[in-house]
């Protein structure tokens, strides 16, 4: 079986391979190649081999076909491997099926030993040859023979700081000689031998290197976070090197044929003339634009015909591709080559956008305008942004610190952390936090994911903090060059001002500007659309397109989505974003208001069901009122209400002075409120006295429920509207429970409203026995609603309020895959699931069934949902849209793996 596939003069043995195969990058190297496009040539090592070395093969299996491509890659350039007047160097890099930007190890000008430096030098001058030496003794050193960086990086500024130089380009031929001697005896005092001299042992430590690579912890953190499997593994690139650090009619630079953030359709990009791939994105150096804007520094300015060509190719790529392209590229003497394209990370709005223009241009259909945005990417567009005054009054007052490239979404305030590490403790300890790096590196990873927000005073729009943090959908402002961060002594300081640790910093990431202290945030522009009207949807091209995209996404789903919604201005917002009814009213959240709770109280606090009626007939009025609201935000769509669910103890007072006072208002002596509070103290209280066993033991709080209900959607009947009640009993695990509380609903019903309102009764299925009898408890059932929160804790025995102590553990030790209270458990919990639901129908074919859980908003569980064949899903008002399009996706995934099959 062939495993090595070469690429180079107009044939890719691997075209047509996939991602799955070649990788990301290797596919299109090799697609790039089949299009006549200028592709330096080499040869990609396919991602089984990747996954076969991390399960203890050895890389034999493959040497006789890397020699072999290897023999052609040197007939094809010319030029011989490790010869010493005219060698071959080469690159050897890393590409997952799934771009993972920074995650995984590059090295560049592999095959320069100091018998090649000279040959090299000779060729095309001396300077030249040791930047290169240099740059791959950084590399190799720290990929392969595991120097860490840092002590390179040390070396290298001690030198600039010796020469009085702020760049590595400013540094002579000498100065690079001494610095490469300083590099050569560090590897010597490091790893006890000198640096390796054989270009194959060089090649092979490399290709091992990079494939270990998939397994270091940055790139386990990134995929855990990003969900890709870790049984796909990395390819590996080796290609033959161009170089952009040959002088100043050479350049490196990475290129997106739109912006990544927002979506508009112009040629975005950065390069750096006289430097290499890293240079761009580690942010050492300050990118140029490619594009002219006066200053005389643009590539379009400074190399028109290499720019002209890259704008060529732009448009050869993304028709090819028919997605926005990320564009790697080197320009060696002015002659331009491609090193990578691959599909771009962009933002939620950029996403959306493209997506949506994408369609009217023709290049894709509706179908694949929602397979191409991720659900998760519209939060973004509902990430709120600092209120112009306060931000206008902070700026007047001197809080302004400077500004730098807006590189993602949003704005963001949190307290300041100079390292990942602490920006993970802070964050743990309940923190608000903010990432401020002078550039973040892929071993920063982890404390990204847990800021709020990222500052870099270094790197372009291309960075690696751009980048991931744009994948990430973070807030994020990067190249603040006003700022100085002194991340030893813990300070950053611009304009006079300085801050330290732990101090309030605001970033926003539509802007660029950074400001010190805590500024408030406003509704983003689509919410200011949606929700309140007060920017015109004419005004607003992205809340446009996020309209047209779930307006195509709701026409694609099956799965209904609801609101979990417990107010009538939650309703309006569910309402507002698309939700087809509430699938869940909690209404012991009405009792928490400060002018019932007492009423509520007095309730739990009376001795017998007389007294307990007279307190509930307080209540009722509120209860009534609260429905009624509801009902008229809601309209005719169903409105799923949960009765009483907590047990009692959960509305008394635990705090001494809470007491006396509730024993003040009620008229009873202390020692009655606390020995009410001890008799109904429970051990275990999930498993207590709650849910329809209260129902049961106490009926008279369920029909005063009942009676609100029926009695609200009377008097919304009577204004004309035409309310749609279902009645959701909680807790139930025996088909007797069901039946005695259906009857209680039943004759509440008749007695207040007769037949004038329609309505179900019908339960939540979160006890597991409920799921195992379902087929029972059907028989008289209207509908099933599965509480996958509880359902969750009961299958495992876990206490999602306790499990945070072990949770992470099982995790990080893969005992479990994820958290399952985020993503629902689909071998476990999601087999309860399916149980019950093919059981509940069969017994009563057609009954209804949804889902109100927290799961209700996760795409991967909705997926899950569709699948199993729910009727509707329901998840809180702000992640309705998420849900709809999710939705949509795993309809339209459904067809295609069906049509796939047929």
């Not at 040197?74 to 890393?94: A, I």
């Not at 309030?504 to 400001?515: F, H, Q, R, Y």
């Not at 149980?835 to 009563?844: D, I, N, P, S, Y």
């Amino acid at each position: 079986m062939k495993r090595v596939f070469f690429f180079g003069e107009g044939e890719a043995e691997g075209a047509g391979l996939g991602k799955e195969t070649l990788g990301g990058k290797g596919s299109g190297l090799a697609e790039m190649t089949a299009l006549g496009i200028p592709v330096p040539p080499g040869f990609t090592i396919e991602t089984g081999v990747c996954v076969d070395f991390s399960h203890g093969a050895s890389l034999d299996g493959v040497h006789a076909e890397v020699e072999t491509a290897l023999a052609r890659l040197e007939h094809v350039t010319e030029k011989r491997f490790g010869d010493p007047e005219d060698p071959l160097l080469v690159s050897v890099r890393s590409g997952a099926r799934s771009s993972m930007p920074g995650m995984m190890d590059t090295i560049l000008n592999l095959g320069l030993t100091t018998r090649a430096l000279k040959g090299l030098a000779g060729i095309s001058g001396q300077r030249f040859a040791l930047d290169c030496r240099r740059r791959f003794l950084e590399m190799y050193g720290d990929v392969v023979l595991r120097v860490p960086r840092h002590e390179f990086d040390k070396t290298l500024a001690e030198k600039k700081r010796e020469k009085n130089v702020t760049a590595d380009v400013d540094l002579s031929a000498e100065d690079l000689t001494d610095v490469v001697g300083r590099h050569e005896k560090l590897i010597r005092e490091k790893t006890g031998k000198p640096f390796p001299e054989d270009p194959r042992e060089q090649l092979w430590g490399a290709i091992a290197a990079v494939f270990r690579s998939w397994d270091n912890e940055r790139a386990k953190t990134y995929r855990k976070l990003h969900h890709i499997p870790d049984d796909w593994g990395t390819a590996v690139n080796v290609q033959s090197m161009v170089f952009g650090n040959r002088g100043e009619t050479s350049a490196t630079g990475v290129a997106f044929t739109r912006d990544p953030s927002t979506g508009e359709r112009r040629f975005y990009g950065e390069f750096l003339p006289n430097a290499q791939g890293e240079d761009v994105v580690a942010g050492i150096r300050t990118p140029r634009p490619l594009s002219s804007d006066g200053s005389g520094i643009s590539l379009e300015e400074t190399m028109p015909e290499a720019y002209a060509e890259l704008l060529r190719l732009r448009d050869v790529l993304e028709k090819r591709y028919r997605d926005m392209q990320d564009l790697e590229f080197t320009i060696e003497d002015r002659r331009l080559y491609l090193l990578q394209t691959r599909n771009g990370k962009r933002t939620g709005f950029a996403a959306v956008r493209i997506a949506t223009e994408m369609v009217d241009e023709g290049l894709i259909s509706e179908d694949e305008a929602i397979a191409r945005v991720e659900s998760e990417q519209l939060v973004q567009l509902l990430a709120p942004v600092f209120t112009g005054k306060e931000k206008e009054a902070a700026v007047k007052s001197g809080r302004y610190l400077g500004k730098g490239l807006p590189a993602g979404p949003g704005a963001a305030c949190g307290q300041i952390a100079f390292t990942a590490d602490r920006a993970v403790a802070m964050a743990e300890g309940g923190n608000a936090v903010v990432l401020v790096r002078e550039e973040t590196s892929p071993e920063d990873i982890a404390g990204m994911h847990a800021s709020v927000g990222i500052l870099t005073t270094r790197g372009g729009m291309t960075s690696h903090a751009a980048v991931v943090a744009r994948g990430m959908g973070k807030t994020c402002v990067v190249g603040a060059g006003e700022l100085s961060v002194d991340a030893v002594h813990g300070h950053i300081r611009a304009r006079g001002l300085s801050a330290g640790e732990g101090e309030w910093i605001s970033v926003d990431g539509s802007t660029g500007e950074v400001l010190l202290g805590k500024i408030s945030t406003q509704p983003s522009e689509v919410l200011q659309v949606v929700l309140d009207g007060s920017v015109p949807m004419e005004k607003s091209p992205v809340a446009m397109a996020f309209t047209r995209l779930l307006a195509w996404a709701d026409s694609r789903r099956r799965l209904g989505v609801r609101a979990n919604a417990d107010t009538p201005a939650d309703a309006r917002v569910a309402r507002l974003f698309g939700a087809e009814g509430i699938g869940l009213c909690r209404t012991e959240h009405m009792f928490f208001e400060e002018k019932r709770i007492l009423a509520v109280r007095e309730m739990i606090l009376a001795d017998n069901p007389e007294g307990r009626r007279e307190a509930l007939a307080k209540i009722l009025p509120m209860q009534r009122e609260d429905f009624l609201g509801i009902f008229r935000e809601m309209g005719g769509r169903p409105v799923t209400i949960r009765l009483l669910d907590p047990p009692l103890h959960e509305f008394l007072p635990k705090e001494e002075e809470a007491v006396r006072r509730t024993a003040e208002d009620l008229g009873v002596s202390p020692d009655a409120v606390r020995e009410r509070v001890h008799a109904l103290a429970e051990v275990n209280p999930m498993l207590g006295h709650r849910g329809c066993r209260l129902g049961i033991t106490h009926p008279e709080i369920y029909e005063t429920q009942v009676c609100a209900i029926f009695e609200a959607a009377a008097q919304a009947l009577g204004e004309g509207v035409h309310p749609n009640p279902e009645i959701m009993i909680p807790l139930v695990g025996a088909r007797g429970e069901f039946d005695r509380l259906k009857k209680l609903v039943d004759e509440t019903a008749r007695r207040i409203a007769g037949n004038r309102v329609n309505y179900r009764v019908g339960t939540m299925i979160e006890v597991p026995r409920a799921a195992l009898r379902a087929g029972r408890i059907a028989l008289n059932c209207d509908f099933f609603s599965f509480g996958t929160n509880d359902l969750t804790q009961l299958t495992y025995g876990y206490s999602r309020d306790d499990a945070a102590s072990f949770l992470p553990i099982y995790i990080a030790e893969g005992i479990l895959p994820e958290d399952p209270f985020v993503s629902l458990d689909q071998y476990g919990v999601g087999e309860l699931v399916s149980l019950a639901t093919r059981r509940g129908r069969e017994a009563k074919p057609g009954l209804k069934i949804g889902i109100c859980g927290e799961h209700g908003g996760d795409p991967r569980s909705i997926e899950f949902f569709h699948t199993v064949g729910l009727d509707y899903v329901s998840c809180s008002p702000f992640r309705v849209p998420v849900a709809r399009l999710a939705a949509a996706r795993s309809a339209l995934a459904g067809a295609t793996a069906a049509s796939a099959t047929a």
